[in-house]
């Protein structure tokens, strides 16, 4: 039976897709902290996608966004396979923060660091709208959502501390 239903080859591989994109491969089953594992997994991402950025803004648009939309859909499936409101285990999210955060900067490890320092503060602060987003939000937005927020105030400062710098 194709039908997506949980029983199904299909429903078990689209699970199974769901899940290993949502923690990353597994990172989001780190014992300690998944959610900076998860970050630092995204970390190399940002020099690499700003390389892209600079040889074609349409190949770099269309990865964020596969990545973005990636990201809310494997999020909301694995909320709904792993029982909880963004569970820690879900960890695309910060991924998605993260890179999010890139889009402010260059392609230095430099900024890479301090983008990531920066983001894990709001990731766990969570300045508004982040905190109204991960509380009232539901499905793959609510979970990923906040992330985008502190990936947007996390690549504003930090491209305000290498200008100042």
Known sequence: ??????????????????????????????????????????????????????RSLPAYGAVLLGLLAAAVWAAGRAEVELGGHDDARIVIDEVAGLVVAGLFLPGTWGAAVIAFLCFRVFDVVKPFPARTIDRRVRGGIGVVGDDLVAGLYAGILTRVLLVLT
Request: charged share 5%.
């Open 1 to 54: 039976m194709l039908d997506g239903g949980s029983g199904s080859f299909y429903g078990t591989s689209v699970r199974a897709l769901a899940l290993a994109l949502a923690t990353v491969g597994g990172v989001g089953y780190a014992p300690i902290a998944p959610g900076t594992v998860g970050s630092l997994v995204a970390l190399p991402l940002l020099p690499a996608l700003a390389g892209l950025r600079a």
